[in-house]
C-alpha cells in the first residue's frame, strides 16, 4: 500500500472509531453513513483496535477491588472472585448480610435455562435467601444438598434455604428428607435405603452450581458444647484434628484435604468427592475467623467462585 493509501485508511479508521465511539452511533448507522456494509465497519473497528487507533482502558471506581479479585483467581485458578467493601468493626451479623447481597446478585445474575442448583445450610445462605429477587428462568431445579441441621423451624436450615430459592425461582425442587447428622453407621444405612432420601442424593451428580457457607471451627454450632448432634468422643476427634473449618460438614485442613474422622460416616449429604465434580461451587465466607477455612477451600481446589469481604481478603493475601 502506497503512503497515501495508509494515510486515507487510517484517516477512515479513526473516522469510523470516532462515529462509534465518540457519537455512539451504531454499526449500522455508520455503513449507512458512509456507505460500508456492517461487516466492513466492524472489521475496520476491529483494525482501529489493532492499530492503536482505538485504547480501550477500564477504569475502576474507588472502591472496587479489581487487582485484589484479579490476584485471587489467578492464584487460585477461580472462575471468579467477588470482594466486598467492609469496615474493620462491621459487625458479623452486618457482614453476613452485605456477604449475602453479593451471593444473591451473582446468583441472580448467573442463574440460566437447565441449571441445577445445589444449596447447604447456614446464615450466611440465609442472608443470601433474603436479598434474593425473584428471577423466572425455564427448567432451572433446586436440590437440598444437605441433610437437616439444627431446628426445622430455623430459617438457616438446609430445608428452609432449598424451599426459599425454589420459591424464588418458580423452579422445581427436590428435598432430601434426612437429618444431617445421625448418631450410627446403622440408622445412616436405614435413611439410605429410604426411596425419597436416595432419590435426593441420586441427583447430586447433576448438581452444575452449588452454593456453600464455609464453615470455621469456633463459629459452627454443630461443634458447640451444648449441642447434642455429636457424640462426646466425635466432637473431640474434630477439635483434636488438624480441621480448620467445613464445608457442608465435609471438614478439612489448611491445605484442603479431607479430615478422616467419625463423623465423615455420620453425614447424610453431599461429599468432597462429589463437590469437586460439580461445575461451578460458590463459597460466601468472611471475617477473620474465616481466614483459615477460605484459605483451606482455596488451597485444595474446593470453590471454584469466592465471595468474601476486603479484610479476609488482605488477610490471604498478605502471605
Avoid at 487510517?10 to 470516532?18: D, H, P, W
Avoid at 483467581?73 to 477461580?78: C, D, I, R, S, V
Avoid at 484435604?257 to 447424610?268: A, F, Q, W, Y
Wanted: aromatic letters at 4%; charged letters at 25%; one cysteine or more.
Amino acid at each position: 500500500m502506497v503512503r497515501g493509501d495508509k494515510s486515507i485508511q487510517n484517516r477512515l479508521l479513526s473516522k469510523v472509531s470516532s462515529m462509534y465511539y465518540d457519537q455512539s452511533l451504531n454499526q449500522q448507522q455508520i455503513a449507512n453513513r458512509l456507505h460500508l456494509s456492517r461487516p466492513k465497519v466492524s472489521r475496520l473497528l476491529k483494525q482501529a483496535r489493532e492499530k492503536g487507533i482505538v485504547r480501550i482502558s477500564v477504569v475502576s471506581p474507588n472502591d472496587s477491588f479489581m487487582e485484589w479479585e484479579k490476584a485471587l483467581e489467578k492464584k487460585y485458578g477461580l472462575k471468579e472472585a467477588l470482594i466486598i467493601d467492609t469496615d474493620a468493626r462491621i459487625s458479623d451479623k452486618a457482614l453476613k448480610r452485605e456477604l449475602g447481597s453479593a451471593a444473591a446478585n451473582y446468583l441472580h445474575r448467573t442463574i440460566t435455562k437447565g441449571d441445577v442448583i445445589g444449596v447447604s445450610w447456614g446464615t450466611t445462605l440465609q442472608a443470601m435467601i433474603d436479598a434474593m429477587p425473584e428471577k423466572q428462568v425455564d427448567d432451572i431445579h433446586v436440590v437440598q444438598a444437605l441433610g437437616g441441621v439444627g431446628p426445622p423451624e430455623a430459617k438457616a436450615h438446609a430445608t428452609d434455604i432449598s424451599r426459599r430459592l425454589s420459591q424464588l425461582l418458580s423452579s422445581r425442587l427436590t428435598l432430601l428428607p434426612a437429618p444431617g447428622i445421625v448418631g450410627s453407621i446403622e440408622a445412616k444405612k436405614i435413611l439410605l435405603s429410604d426411596r425419597q432420601v436416595n432419590g435426593a442424593l441420586s441427583l447430586f451428580s447433576r448438581i452444575n452450581t452449588l452454593c456453600v457457607g464455609l464453615g470455621a471451627l469456633k463459629t459452627n454450632p454443630v461443634l458447640d458444647h451444648d449441642n447434642q448432634k455429636l457424640s462426646p468422643g466425635v466432637h473431640e476427634e474434630i477439635l483434636n484434628s488438624d480441621a480448620v473449618g467445613d464445608i457442608a460438614l465435609r471438614f478439612f485442613d489448611i491445605e484442603g484435604n479431607e479430615i478422616d474422622s467419625s463423623l465423615k460416616d455420620l453425614v447424610i449429604g453431599i461429599s468432597i468427592e462429589e463437590m469437586k465434580e460439580v461445575d461451578t461451587v460458590v463459597g460466601i465466607a468472611g471475617g477473620p475467623l474465616k481466614t483459615d477455612v477460605i484459605r483451606g477451600a482455596l488451597e485444595g481446589s474446593l470453590i471454584d467462585v469466592l465471595i468474601t469481604d476486603n479484610q479476609t481478603v488482605e488477610a490471604l493475601l498478605s502471605d
